[in-house]
């Protein structure tokens, strides 16, 4: 088990917690190396998307829903471990997987990933109970552009369109009239172990800053459905929406979303 009492309170109070390891050295190498083949178009399948973005100067590789594209991949998101440590925070008997995520900055050039919010960038599932399970795998420390949380913010509702603004130290520079109280707890830099998992609730506030480092930071996040999410398409449309099968107000299922807990 991952997840004592202690640490399920401190992710109701924070938005977040470290939930230790998943994966051992070896473990996380069988999956970076296959990662690097998918982000090549070596994988075994395809991917819904091999992207990312670029500055110029830094880049950011994206793989979205790797797990179509690699078996490790798919066995990995029902890793049990995970899988009861996210079922236990959304209190839920039935996880779903939305879409998994790849963030790969690469060494010296690593791009950052601006400061947000996930729900909003998913306004086709409510309601905003989600859980991602964040997995280093390779050490992911500050010099490499780990990622940082404010804690508590999951619980002050969605901030515009989820996306914060920030300055030149990578620091939120919200719209204090929009933050309870006025005022901007601390940021908290959030480094993970290799092989190591990291939770955080869909509403909390994170990014993760550029990697100058000598050092590569791979990562795969799956971002978790508790069984009583559904499809609501209102708002924008998101990359993974054209998979959804069932009709608008029912239960988001279907084989683009795997059941990893409970029944289909
Ligand atoms: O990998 C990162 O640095 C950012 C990932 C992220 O934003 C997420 O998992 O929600």
Redesign the pocket.
């Known amino acids: 088990m991952l997840l004592d009492r202690t640490k399920i309170t401190q992710f109701h109070r924070d938005g977040f917690v470290a939930g230790g390891q998943v994966y051992s050295s070896e473990e996380a190498d069988a999956l970076s190396e296959r990662m690097f083949a998918v982000a090549e178009g070596q994988g075994e399948g395809k991917a819904e998307n091999v992207g990312g973005w670029s500055d110029g100067t830094t880049r950011v590789i994206q793989i979205v829903n790797i797990f179509k594209a690699d078996s490790l991949f798919r066995q990995h998101l029902a890793q049990p471990l995970i899988v009861e440590a996210v079922a236990s925070l959304m209190k839920t008997d039935t996880v779903r997987v939305w879409h998994d ?1 790849v ?1 790969y ?1 690469p060494p010296h050039q690593g791009g950052a ?1 601006t400061w ?1 919010q ?1 729900h909003p960038y998913w306004p086709v599932i409510q309601p905003a109970d989600l859980v ?1 399970a ?1 997995v280093a795998l390779d050490d992911a420390t500050i010099e490499n ?1 780990c ?1 940082w949380m404010i804690p508590g913010s999951h619980l002050w509702g969605a901030y515009k369109n989820g996306s914060i603004e920030s300055d030149e130290t990578f620091t939120p520079t919200p719209d204090l009239s929009l933050v309870p109280g006025g005022h901007l707890p601390a940021k908290v830099p959030c480094e993970v172990k290799k092989g190591h998992v990291l939770f ?1 609730h869909c509403l909390t506030w ?3 800053p550029v990697n100058r480092s000598d050092r590569g930071r791979p ?1 795969i ?1 799956v ?1 978790y459905m508790p069984g009583h999410t559904r499809y609501v398409p209102e708002g924008k449309p998101h990359l993974v929406e054209h998979n959804i099968s069932v009709l608008p107000g029912e239960i988001l299922r279907g084989e683009h979303f795997p059941t990893v807990l409970g029944n289909n």
């Open positions: 995520q963030q900055k990933t947000h996930d991602s964040w552009g990622m955080h994170h990014g993760s990562a996040a971002h």
